[in-house]
Every structure is written in structure tokens, then in C-alpha cells.
């Protein structure tokens, strides 16, 4: 007999949500795809909610663990451009849905889904700082300023896109408004449009 993990039950109820909804996946819904009873199911996961709250994590772990993915970049600035097109890529992967239930229980309390990730804050400001460096960003703010506001900016332009349940084309608003922020050099404002 195959012992389940909380894994195991995470990665089949994000395959029930993705398919059905999040609100049509109920956890004896769960429970039966799995094969479990749900002792087994709240022993291991907890809850149906919390299923959903490290959707970051998972995209960050997986940026941290393949930083050749964009240190082959020409710039910096391409750099930064590439972290947050994969960030962007994973969410749209998971889709509005599951993260609007993610936004509801951090309004609801915080479950600190959308903190800062140190590491991730750590790589992206010292890309900003070698980015200042080569005059790639001409915004002469701390790079630490700098990346919280686009991270800010960011969870403002997701949460317009979970409001209009995925239907609006975030992304480029997005790197527009990055470009504004750090004030990209000229030749490299338009260098998002091979992230569209």
C-alpha cells in the first residue's frame, strides 16, 4: 500500500481546482482522488484552504534552484525582467481563481502568503544594484526601496487581474509601470515585449 503525503494530497487538489473550480472541489472530493478518508486528509493537509496559501513558495523554490534560467541574460535589468516573468508564468499557470481564495483568506487573516521572500528580496535587490551600477536603472534610490515598490506594484496589478478573473492582460501593464519605476535606460524600455 502507498503511503500518501501532504504532497501527494496538494498536487492532486490543485489538479481538482485547476479542472472543476475551487469552490466545486469539496474535500471528500479530495479525499476520494486520493484514495484517503478525511482523518487522513485534514492529518495531512490541514485544511482545503490551506492548500492554497504557498502558491508563492513553490514559484519562488523554483527560481532560487535554476538562477541559470536568468544569470545568461545580456543585463541585469533582462535579469530582473526574467524573475518576474517566471513569477508571472507560474501564477498564470495556477490561474485567478486560486489566487483570489489565496487573497480571501489573507483578508480574512494573514497567512503570510504575500510577505516578502528574503531570498528572492535579496537576489532581485542586488540585480537592481549592479543594474544602477551599470546605468541599466537610472531611479538612484536604495535598490531595496526600489524592488519593494515593484514588488508592491506587482501584487497591485495581480489583484486587478484576480478581480477581473483573469481576463485582463496584466503583464505588459506591469512592466511598463517596472519601467517607470526604475526608469530603464532608453534602449532597454521596450526589451519586456519578449516576455508578452
Sequence with gaps: MRIITEHDIK??????FLEQGYNNVTVVDICN??????PTFYKHAGSKEELVLDLYDATVNDILKNPCNFIAADTHY???LLVFHQIIEETEK??????SQMLISNLNENQHSFDMRNQLTELCTLIIEKAQQKGEIKNKSAPAVLYNAIAHSFM??????????????????FFLAMNAILMAEDNLTGLYKKYL
Design 78 to 80: 533582462e535579469q530582473l
Design 11 to 16: 498536487q492532486k487538489a490543485l489538479e481538482l
Design 33 to 38: 482522488a486520493c484514495g484517503i478518508t478525511k
Design 156 to 173: 497591485g496589478f495581480e489583484t486587478t487581474w484576480c478581480i477581473y478573473n483573469g481576463e485582463i492582460n496584466w503583464t505588459e501593464q
Design 94 to 99: 495556477f490561474g485567478s481563481d486560486l489566487f
